[in-house]
C-alpha cells in the first residue's frame, strides 16, 4: 500500500489564482492510505477569503482509505477531495466539523444495490442540513467527489473515537481480571507458604 500524508497551509484566494497547489497522488496495482490535514492560517494571513486546498487521490486496482483532519482555527479552510477508485471501495473519514457536499458517482444505483454505507455521526450532521448529497458547492462549503467501484463507507471523526473508548473499557475489565485473579493466587501461595 502507498502511505501517503499531505499538510495543507491555507492561502488566500487572490494568491491561489497565479499559483494554485493541486495535491495528487495516485497508484496503478497499490491501495493508497492517505492522512490530509487542514492547518490553520498564519495570523497574517486571515485576512481576505482562504482558497480551498485540493487534493486528487487515485487508484486503478487498489482501495483508498482517506482521513481528512482539521485542526483548531482551521474552521475556515475548506478543501475538495477528489477521489477514483476505478475497481475497489473507498472509506472516508472527515473532520466532524465537515459541512458541505458529497458527491458520489452513480449515487442511486450504489444506494439501491447497498453500496453506500454512512456512521451514524455522519447521517445526523446530513439531517441536520450540514452535509448534502450532491454537486452544487457554496465558496464556504467543503467537497468530496467520489467515483468508485466498490463499496464506499462514510464516518466522521468521532465515530472512531467513541468504538476505542469502548474497547478499551473492554481492555480494562480484562486487565482488572487479571490483576485481581493474580493477587487471589499471591494471597494463596503467601498464605501456603506462611503454613509450611
Excluded at 115 to 126: P, S
Excluded at 159 to 175: C, H, L, T, Y
Aim: proline share 4%.
Amino acid at each position: 500500500a502507498a502511505f501517503v500524508t499531505e499538510q495543507f497551509l491555507p492561502r488566500r484566494q487572490d494568491a491561489v489564482f497565479s499559483d494554485p497547489f493541486v495535491f495528487q497522488t495516485s497508484a496503478t496495482n497499490q491501495h493508497i492510505r492517505a492522512r490530509l490535514i487542514m492547518l490553520s492560517p498564519f495570523p497574517s494571513d486571515i485576512v481576505g477569503p482562504l482558497a480551498k486546498s485540493v487534493a486528487y487521490l487515485s487508484s486503478r486496482f487498489g482501495s483508498i482509505k482517506a482521513e481528512v483532519f482539521r485542526t483548531p482555527g482551521a474552521e475556515n479552510h475548506f478543501f475538495r477531495l477528489h477521489i477514483f477508485a476505478c475497481s475497489a471501495g473507498v472509506k472516508v473519514t472527515l473532520p466532524p466539523t465537515f459541512r458541505g457536499i458529497v458527491s458520489i458517482n452513480d449515487y442511486e444505483g450504489l444506494r439501491r444495490r447497498r453500496q453506500i454505507r454512512c456512521g451514524r455521526a455522519f447521517n445526523e450532521r446530513v439531517r441536520r442540513g450540514f452535509i448534502r448529497f450532491g454537486s452544487c458547492a457554496l465558496e464556504n462549503d467543503d467537497e468530496v467527489f467520489i467515483h468508485a467501484e466498490g463499496k464506499i463507507e462514510l464516518m466522521l471523526r468521532t465515530e472512531g473515537n467513541r468504538v476505542w473508548s469502548r474497547m478499551d473499557r473492554g481492555m480494562q475489565k480484562i486487565f482488572q481480571r487479571r490483576l485481581d485473579s493474580s493477587r487471589l493466587l499471591d494471597s494463596a501461595f503467601g498464605a501456603a507458604g506462611s503454613s509450611s
